[in-house]
């Protein structure tokens, strides 16, 4: 499906869907999924691709249905998307077994009830370069990990890297994880603003944690979703480590970062250092 808008998608049993797929593979590239009761219904299949597509008010207004769901897939592979102001759903939610998130703009933007990103059943996570935003009125959870129990043993991994979190919410978890997975997250190069303390077992180099206020100081223009780095960010600049380590192994892969709406551009380190969060600092792009 490939340059196709999709909206109205309505059924009694609440479950009209933009796409309802049944089949082996799926490729959603540069697609509008807007007002419907669910974007993609899917049933359990191989892999997954989604890329350069935006997921808008979506939902039944229960917090039960995502602004994209995605079920138990092999692979998922969500990339240079924007998925915001759901219908008090989660912006994402996966029961896919493993789960490859690149470089996307996840926003609730609104009073959002559901999670960011839900990986409902646990797998491989990994997600990087991604920018996430939570609500004052947020749901407590930015991030959720096998929720509904940890259907992959040993392979359920959370790997998170060169991320920028901003979160209006002083209350919220950032990420709550099942005590049934036994490998502690991975989290490098990420930069947070307004979130509580990371867990002190959890694996963790390179990131940085900021009181909101100082986003305004950081971040080229945060009110407008815009998490660029200032070139006064002395906070994140030449700050990250070398994570080439922890790279989503994906054949190919190479670092980008998001270009809005829906876009994407290669990320290129300009220092010495990795910058820390989602973007290396630009000079051309600040003027």
Not at 191 to 209: C, E, M, R, T
Not at 214 to 233: K, W
């Amino acid at each position: 499906a490939e340059n196709l808008e999709f909206t109205g998608a309505a059924v009694p049993d609440q479950n009209g869907a933009g796409i309802r797929f049944q089949a082996r593979d799926l490729v959603v590239r540069d697609c509008y999924f807007h007002g419907n009761q669910r974007s993609i219904l899917t049933s359990p299949q191989r892999n997954i691709l989604i890329e350069h597509s935006e997921f808008f008010d979506n939902g039944t207004n229960d917090g039960l249905s995502p602004n994209v769901g995605v079920d138990r897939a092999e692979q998922l592979i969500f990339r240079h998307n924007w998925s915001h102001a759901s219908r008090k759903g989660d912006l994402l939610r996966t029961y896919a077994r493993r789960n490859y998130l690149i470089a996307n703009r996840f926003t609730e933007e609104i009073d959002v009830s559901g999670d960011l990103v839900q990986f409902s059943v646990g797998g491989e996570a990994y997600m990087f370069g991604n920018l996430l935003e939570q609500v004052v009125s947020g749901n407590n959870n930015m991030i959720r990990f096998a929720p509904q129990g940890n259907e992959h043993g040993d392979l359920s991994r959370l790997v998170f890297v060169h991320n920028t979190v901003v979160n209006l919410n002083p209350t919220d978890n950032f990420l709550l994880i099942n005590a049934g997975v036994s490998t502690k997250p991975t989290l490098s190069n990420n930069l947070f603003f307004g979130i509580k303390p990371l867990a002190g077992d959890w694996i963790q180099s390179g990131n940085v944690l900021l009181p909101i206020e100082d986003s305004d100081n950081v971040l080229i223009d945060p009110l407008t979703y815009n998490y660029r780095l200032q070139g006064a960010a002395v906070q994140a600049i030449d700050k990250g480590e070398d994570v080439t380590g922890l790279y989503p192994p994906l054949q190919d892969f190479k670092p980008t970062q998001y270009v809005h709406p829906c876009r994407s551009e290669p990320r290129v380190q300009q220092g010495a250092q990795a910058d820390v969060g989602a973007y290396e600092h630009s000079s051309l792009v600040e003027n």
